[in-house]
């Protein structure tokens, strides 16, 4: 239960060399690409452009023991390595530096334009790419860069088993479910809007109300796991509904709007380096290198809500994307956020002090023996630019919003301990007008119901 929180808490700011260095005033470095070498063990590939104002220059600097290449896209510059002489490259020449290199001197020899560079680093994961060699060298370069969002790599999905094994390996195997086995269960109703009919041919926004069982849950696979604790984010829900003739469709969705890494592949990574770094593992311990390749799976580790007033009190978000049909045969894509209509509340430190590790499983069935809880299900509509199948990149909030109808959850499940265990959520269980297009669907779809059977 501690490891994950330990590991992250490790987590620091001394990722940023030279935080206290002068404003860049003769580089200015725009990241263009980072991602770890499937195909080599512990290195990553990062590629830099690198701007030099007119005639300016750099000082002397390392890059580790990355190996670099470095492109004239545009002017002329001048280039030297210790125990080398100065060399002049011009647009469309380039140079490489070997592990371990002092470069003593890059300047733009133009005084009147502009030049700029292409790098490509080839680093040990979590090594900084640039430290100063000097006081007074202006620019120091992090191990890991912030990325304009991109297509995930394409990488071999894991098997199913491999998944289910690898969430057991980062929160053990109690006999639940691999992940977010604590959880609460209720049932309601779903009203549609006409406007989700518009754009989904789908039964379930055909008519309605249709009753439905919830599941509102905390994170990792541990049923003991305090609701207090950073641990324990993010919160999930999860979503059945069901139709007249037995037939019906389920969601699932968590409190964090993205999912720490682009692929399945990625997320087994990230479990099994969780599973590597409890207590006495050495440092860098593999979590450690691996935040230092994903940024982005680091961003989902440290940037949680904090603990909720109940868990209707948040928002959820489907992170991964679907395909509405309507009834002309248009498609677009969609992703899933469920907004309580009496808007967000979390626990100040104050008030979180003051909570059992229950608190939230307490919560729920007090607050609906009062009313209702319930929650706007919206479909983001995705643009043109919109990554699809990387659930690790969030839509921008300025796309479009449509309301396709209002969750109202008013009773607690009947013999909840025997229904949470005979439930099974499963994500492509849907109706036709709906359809899986992110790939990861279809990896958590064969996974899901192996770990229903490991917990019977």
Known sequence: ?????????????????????????????????????PNVTGKTLTIVEVNFAAGTKANAHRHGQAFVYAYVLSGTMRSQLAGEPARTYRTGEGWSEPPGARHVLTENLSRTAPARLLVTFIANIGDPLKTPDAEKESTSMPSTLELAPTQPA?????????????????????????????????????????????????????RGPLPILVRFSDFTGIPEIPDTVGDANPRGFALKILLPDGSGADVVSHSFNGFPTATSAEFRELLLAIGASGAGATKPTALDRFLGSHP???????TQKPPPES???????????FEFTD?????????????????????????????????????????LAKSAAEFAWYAQIAEASDVIGDPSVAWPDSRKLVKLGVIRINRMAPDAIATDKATLFIPLNVPDGIAPADPMLEVRQQAYPLSFKHRQ
């Open 1 to 37: 239960m501690t490891r994950i929180r330990f590991a992250v808490i490790r987590l620091s700011l001394s990722l940023l060399l030279s935080a206290a260095s002068p404003p860049v005033l003769a580089e200015q470095i725009k990241p263009v690409f980072q991602h770890y070498l």
């Open 296 to 302: 982005i799976a680091k961003t989902f580790l440290t």
């Open 154 to 206: 394409v990488g071999t999905a894991p098997a199913p088993q491999e998944m289910v094994d690898a969430l057991y390996s980062a929160f053990g195997d109690h006999h639940s479910r691999a992940v977010h086995a604590k959880g609460i269960m209720a049932v309601g109703t779903f009203e549609p809007t006409l406007e989700a009919a518009s754009i989904s041919k789908a039964s379930i926004f055909a």
């Open 311 to 321: 868990y209707a009190t948040l928002s959820y978000f489907g992170v991964n994307a």
């Open 327 to 367: 009834a002309k045969g248009h498609r677009q894509f969609v992703r899933y956020r469920f907004v309580p209509v009496g808007g967000e509340a979390v626990l100040t430190p104050a008030r979180l002090s003051a909570m059992g590790p229950n608190y939230l499983q307490t919560e729920l069935p007090a607050r």
